[in-house]
Nanobody, 125 residues
Framework: QVQLVESGGGLVQAGGSLRLSCAAS????????MGWFRQAPAKEREFQAG????????IYADSVKGRFTISRDNAKNTVYLQMNSLKPEDTAVYYC??????????????????WGQGTQVTVSS
């Protein structure tokens, strides 16, 4: 399966920005749609953003629309999440994932087959 490693998390003040990266192994990265999820303490893992195989189509959770941007560079086997205007409620562990079901919803975590270990994002007031 595809191996994923997230990076770019850290501590940032409210209103600030971070860019998360997800580096994938293998030569078939471009065959998979990708997604970003987050999980805060005592919360379910929640969809944030998804991107199609070519990057031509993107989708976002309502809570981050207009603030977060997902992108990918298939030549570098990397997917990104640019996070702007961060809020304390964005504090969570952020995970990237490989979408394993072509026609399934991006929102449903059960439609993903490989996950990274996550990177912590903490937004202070």
């Amino acid at each position: 399966q595809v191996q994923l490693v997230e990076s770019g998390g850290g501590l940032v003040q409210a209103g600030g920005s971070l860019r998360l990266s997800c580096a994938a192994s293998g030569r078939t990265f471009s065959s998979y749609a990708m997604g970003w999820f987050r999980q805060a303490p005592a919360k379910e893992r929640e969809f944030q953003a998804g991107i199609s195989t070519t990057g031509i189509s993107t989708i976002y959770a309502d809570s981050v629309k207009g603030r977060f941007t997902i992108s990918r560079d298939n030549a570098k086997n990397t997917v990104y999440l640019q996070m702007n205007s961060l809020k304390p409620e964005d504090t969570a562990v952020y995970y990237c994932a490989v979408k394993g079901v072509y026609s399934g919803s991006y929102y449903d975590s059960s439609n993903y087959r490989s996950w990274g270990q996550g990177t912590q994002v903490t937004v202070s007031s």
